[in-house]
């Protein structure tokens, strides 16, 4: 599927940029037009096979033996792409060794800061790759990583990459049995676990967790990274332990280990990322490496333009796919920059100074942290030296004009905002921004090379400027190779495919523009998005319904007017029992503590009972719908809900919002 109308002020690419050299190759080699982006994007779906080969040649990926074949099929699901090729993950950085210049840049909220150089990064992977294959880590293990966002969950990504492992990853704010629910589903046979991380000005010891969560998992090694030396003792447990400064740094320190990597077909699972858990256990999304590596690389090279020499910062953690991201500069020869602890301390203004003091070329945030910025009154234009930022990225909620003014107004008029779209579930983005390419104040540019984005209406016809649903109607090398223990695809077929028949359904309200730019409204589904990170309302219920006094629990995320966001929990009380203040702190405390800050709802709200489908469903979209502003007889049919009655409350809830 083609793009018909033209993005928002789509001019000619400049053969200065990576993409423009690029538009040259395709013209000179398939004699195509694509001088300008919508050309380009244009015979990017149109000859999907020839725009994906030419990205492979065009930044030289690395293959011990070549694929026989682009792509087997262009229909979805079941495409598989670079059928034939061996390679490795790992390969694909290991050609920078001999760059100049910081590989991974690891900064601490207390300002610590440290630097892994190209070959020290590479130095460090070949030891842990060789620590596991003594621990008997072979192609097919999984590895899992319960890790704060440092060098050394990059190091030990990479290591298991280069063994032919499997990786899965959590932040240690998740309690234990919130990552259990995740990583046991891999029977992970190594976890790489910090005994503690900072968030917000306080340390927080993960001993007892790392502990509990070893067990729950049934690993048989575990490799700890000593957070702080206040809180080195190793951790409770049975299982082998071994210390990550003895057998990683120490011995990276000598040298002398060479970096071996298992050569893999295209579609061996290179690590497993998990849905939100919206409707129950979050479903493991397994990526392949061939897909992984050329869509990252397009995506640095082409879409953001960098390349050796600069520096790629985004602020997330290791619970979200944007961490995988960052890890996917280094497939450019872009260093990486990775910083553990609250964007907004020790002042809000943390963030900015980091891009500064790295000279970061595209910073990535959310809208939430802009509006903190905004709302505390921050100039960081005034405060800093940005001659090196070339883009301001932003992701994980819509972008509303309101925050783009801000930017223009208080960081620099000069550097272009740019939103983009995508999800966990290709591990990119669907609709974002290149060079030459611009949008209004609040709309996305327009789609990503090779990506065939589009709105389908409830008809499954693609529409123009008009809310529609976000759908993809070709493969994507990036897509899953599956869910994991999905044997015959059925949950896959059922979370993407069930809505319209071969066509990727994702789950965003999004309005194709006449002019090719898009505007995301938000999640179609019942997904919860807390500061630009999708978490699921079933870690919520799992935790606040085990509370004595609670009978039933309903949270919902809503995007409102202006770039804000609410998240409101609805709790009904178990008989016999009130929800006092009391009651609301104590579910604070332990979402906090046994899921993670983000899980803390932001307001909690005591109904006499919960509206459900006539199967006894939580109506989680229609009440989002409804406090989003949706009149209730457009989202919900009475005779489908067992109390309609009950819809009311949320109707004068909506409004009571409006008013404030």
Request: glycine share 10%; hydrophobic share 40%; net charge negative.
């Amino acid at each position: 599927m083609g793009s018909s109308a033209a993005p928002h002020h789509d001019a000619c690419l400049d053969e200065a940029t990576s993409i423009g050299r690029f538009a040259a190759q395709v013209a000179e080699f398939h004699g195509v037009d694509a001088s300008t982006y919508a050309q380009l994007h244009e015979w990017s779906v149109t000859e999907p096979e020839l725009f994906w080969a030419r990205v492979w040649d065009f930044f030289s990926v690395v293959s011990s033996a070549p694929y026989r074949q682009v792509v087997d099929r262009h229909s979805m699901p079941g495409a598989r792409w670079f059928a034939g090729a061996r390679l490795n993950y790992v390969d694909q950085v290991a050609r920078h060794r001999e760059l100049p210049g910081a590989a991974v840049v690891s900064l601490a909220e207390d300002g610590t800061r440290r630097e892994l150089s190209w070959p020290g990064l590479l130095d460090s992977v070949a030891v842990f790759a060789d620590l596991l294959r003594t621990l008997g880590i072979r192609p097919g293990d999984r590895v899992a990583g319960y890790l704060p966002n440092a060098q050394e969950a990059i190091v030990a990504f990479l290591g298991s990459a280069a063994v032919g492992a499997t990786w899965a990853c959590c932040a240690p704010d998740y309690g234990a049995q919130a990552a259990a629910e995740r990583l046991s589903q891999l029977s992970p046979r190594v976890l790489v676990a910090s005994t503690g991380y900072e968030f917000g000005g306080r340390s927080h010891d993960r001993r007892e967790a790392v502990s509990e969560l070893a067990t729950l998992i049934g690993v048989e090694a575990l490799i700890v990274v000593d957070s702080r030396p206040t809180i080195a003792d190793a951790p409770a447990t049975d299982i082998r332990v071994e210390r990550w400064a003895e057998v990683v740094d120490d011995r990276a320190a000598v040298g002398g280990i060479c970096l071996r990597t298992e050569q893999v077909s295209a579609e061996h699972p290179l690590w497993v990322l998990f849905s939100s858990g919206t409707t129950g256990r979050p479903k493991g999304i397994v990526h392949g490496h061939a897909g992984i590596i050329v869509t990252h690389v397009e995506l640095f090279g082409l879409q953001m333009d960098l390349g050796p020499g600069d520096a790629f910062f985004w602020y997330t953690t290791t619970n979200w796919m944007l961490w995988n991201i960052v890890v996917g500069a280094l497939l450019s020869g872009v260093t990486a920059v990775a910083y553990e602890g609250s964007p907004v301390q020790p002042t809000a203004d943390r963030l900015w100074q980091i891009v500064a003091d790295e000279r970061v070329r595209v910073f990535g945030t959310s809208p939430g942290h802009l509006q903190v910025c905004a709302a505390r009154g921050l100039q960081p234009g005034l405060a800093h030296d940005f001659s090196s930022l070339r883009m301001l990225a932003v992701t994980g909620a819509p972008m509303s004009p309101n925050l783009a003014q801000w930017v223009s107004d208080a960081v620099s008029p000069d550097i272009p905002v740019v939103s983009s779209s995508g999800g966990t579930d290709v591990a990119s983005s669907f609709v974002g921004g290149a060079p030459s390419l611009s949008a209004e104040a609040g709309r996305i540019p327009g789609p990503i090379l090779g990506v065939a984005v589009a709105a389908f209406d409830e008809n499954g016809e693609a529409v123009r400027d008009s809310v529609a649903e976000l759908v993809i109607t070709q493969p994507m090398p990036s897509m899953p190779l599956g869910l994991w223990g999905d044997a015959d695809g059925r949950r896959y077929r059922e979370a993407y495919f069930q809505r319209y028949d071969g066509v990727w359904r994702h789950g965003d309200w999004v309005t194709h523009a006449s002019d090719g730019s898009f505007e995301i409204h938000g999640r179609s589904d019942s997904t919860l998005n807390r500061n630009g990170v999708r978490i699921g309302s079933a870690d919520l219920y799992t935790v606040v319904e085990s509370h004595r006094a609670i009978a039933e629990a309903l949270v919902v995320g809503v995007e409102r007017p202006g770039g804000g966001y609410r998240m409101p929990m609805f709790l009904v009380a178990s008989p016999g029992y009130e929800i006092d203040q009391a009651t609301i702190d104590e579910l604070r405390q332990r979402l906090r503590a046994e899921a993670s800050p983000r899980h803390v709802p932001d307001e909690f709200h005591i109904v006499d009972a919960l509206p459900h489908t006539k199967t006894g469903k939580k109506l989680e979209v229609p009440i989002k719908r409804i406090l989003q502003g949706a009149l209730a007889d457009d989202v919900c049919s009475p005779g489908s809900i067992d109390r309609p009655e009950l819809i009311d409350f949320y109707t004068t809830l909506a409004r009571q919002w409006d008013a404030e």
